[in-house]
């Protein structure tokens, strides 16, 4: 049964900046308000002509180039996100004609809130060490600044947009995605969701007067889901793969809100040092936290060829989620 080896990885960001001094003019709120509570300092903002599939397209080009290769040697297109082009056709389908895969190439969305990462590699990994696939790139990409309502600055301040992308392939070697976890608690849905738009609340006058089209959260009740269930995430990659936090040679937590990701780590016994953040330049990008926060640990030399890397995450849904990546 062969492994699926990172072969690629990508990212792209919007050229608009948006400041914690941008956010001070726009409401009642301040730059240390925001820093102390969230570890942010900017946060990238998508043009209004500008849609996920935009980022994931730049993100996806960037993983092949960095895997030597071309488009048609993709055999599957997977995209998670939350916040696709329409609600069909699959934000995937838009990527796999941009980056001239070859007509036929399956292409899917997959929503998990900002586990959904997490739960793609799941999916790509399947498919390789069923055989169904070879080659499988697996696209994180949201532009949550178009769902967040700036009347709300417990939510507004939280969010940005962004894209990562990987490319796994079928490898002999135990290198790649060395397991992953998923869960979720459907019954905790209320705490994290954007209620208009769907079949529920589908858009009328009354939802958007309603304003149910923005990302509604219980900040407090989730923070403590957030560290519970992260812990959880990593404490069972851990012990599955019969590893302690020593192993670990990098440590890259959804990038949701610097107390979480602190408190987690400590829960998880990981230092200070092992931690990767990039909260503070680019705010929670949801599905794109994990692959953007790889690819810059990557070129910046924080990890390396041969490392060991644990990933936890979670997200609306209520959904949680970690793997063991081996680089």
Known sequence: MPYSRIVGVGSALPKKVLTNSDLE???????EWIRTRTGMVERRMTEPSEATSDLAVQAAFKALEYASMEPEELDCIIVTTVTPDMFFPATANFVQDRLGAKVGTPSFDLAAACTGFIYGMAVADSFIR????????????DTLTKVCDYQDRTTCILFGDGAG?????????KQGVLSTHLFSDGAQWHLLNQPGGGSRNPATHETVEKRLHYIKMKGNEL?????????HAGLVALRDNGLTM???????PHQANIRIMEAAAKRLGCPPEKVYSIVDRYANTSNATVPM???EAIQEGRAREGDLILTTSFGGGLTWGSAILRL
């Open 25 to 31: 003019k726009m409401m009642d709120t301040s730059d």
């Open 130 to 141: 069923s055989g169904m696939y070879r080659t499988v790139l697996v696209v994180g990409a």
């Open 165 to 173: 992308a990987i490319v796994l392939q079928a490898s002999e070697e």
């Open 223 to 231: 923070f403590k889901f957030a560290v519970r269930t992260m812990e």
């Open 246 to 252: 020593d192993d670990i040679d990098l440590y890259i």
């Open 293 to 295: 926060a790889l690819d």
